[in-house]
């Protein structure tokens, strides 16, 4: 099981020096924002990096990262604050950020507090004053490794590598349980917009003639779940781990599998019942989703290198040929390999030629390793929400 985060009373960082230790011995030092963490509490998780120029406080909030410290490649974090309304979930996931320079006084009028501050009342802290090329070098040719942190005058760097040592991988940990729903709920917002404000929710009248859609939350972000509303479905969200039976109890016209953290292969419990539902009715899966319908399809999942995090990955159609500019996050992938001939490769990474897309045709069945939702990042592939709904309604 992962760690779970340890909350006491929250200190807010004041300057304080800063550690971050890889499990390979590497120790970067710079200056702590938002809550100090000491070495009786330090932040533990997988050290990973995202090149996303913008969209920082969705990427925080997103539970596909939990268990993980972000590094971003661009500079200057925090420019534009952060408010209410960008969020993707109801807390921040990631369990540390780290930073080039992180900005304390913001501009954007939509901003309601900075990030230092945004961070310190969530009780997650940040290290600013890294060379953060340094640290993506590293991870880029040895691999996204556990590392720890921790702030304060009395800390010893090399007891956080110790420690750092002892967190294994991500490979075997199972962070959905932490992060899904516990309780079966409707979803009847829009999505968000300047215009209309955040609170555009639609009455059951006006929900009730709509195609069913039942989502397999492991980590669901907010406006996916927003897009399969705004494209004419009716939501009901399931936690991860819910029988076949149940789920199909609920008279779904389409099943949806939701992005989330952590292994893959440790997801039995949401594969099988998945599985025992392939055929039954249209299915469409993304990120974790995208993972779970590729093992229920017979395939297997690795643990990438360093992973894909970002806003600038492309990825090609292999049945138009057409490229898209896509957001990823993601550290497995599907084994191409693994999967039997039912299964068609529909899309595929052209950094790396993993695989990015998945069709199951005869079960009705697709799925996508990318985030088509963006929120942050480019909406090249939003199409992907109608295309479930026409296979749904059987346009």
Known sequence: MATKR??????????????????DGTIFKGTCFGALRGEANPVEGEAVFNTSMYGYQEILTDPSYAGQIMCFTYPHIGNVGCNEEDVESGRVFTEGLVVRSAQKVPSNFRSTVSLPEYLAKRNIMGIEGIDTRELVTLLRTKGAQM?????GNNVSP??????????GSMEG??????????????????????????????SQEQLV???????????????????????????????AGTGSEQIMALR?????????PGDPATLGYVVNP???MLGKVPMFGICLGHQILGQALGGKTYKLKFGHRG?????????TGKVEITVQNHGFAVDRDSLGSRVFVSHLNLNDMTVEGLEARDARAFSVQYHPEASPGPHDSRYLFERFHRLVVGV
């Open 274 to 276: 998945v599985k025992e």
């Open 252 to 260: 779904p016209d389409g099943i949806f599998l939701s992005n989330g």
């Open 147 to 151: 590392a720890v942190m921790a702030g």
């Open 209 to 239: 003639s709509r195609p069913h859609v039942v989502a397999i939350d492991c980590g669901v972000k907010t406006n996916i779940l927003r897009l399969l509303v705004d494209v004419g479905f009716r939501v009901t969200v399931v936690p």
């Open 6 to 23: 340890i909350v006491t009373s929250i200190q807010e960082a004041r300057g304080e020096p800063g550690y971050v230790a890889l499990a």
């Open 311 to 319: 806003g600038n990955h492309p990825v090609r159609d292999e049945t």
């Open 173 to 202: 940990k199972d962070y959905v349980k932490q992060v899904a729903c516990q309780e079966i709920y409707t979803w009847d917002y829009l999505p968000w917009s300047l215009a209309h404000g955040n609170q555009r929710k639609l």
């Open 158 to 167: 090399q007891a956080l590598v110790d420690r750092a040592r002892t967190l």
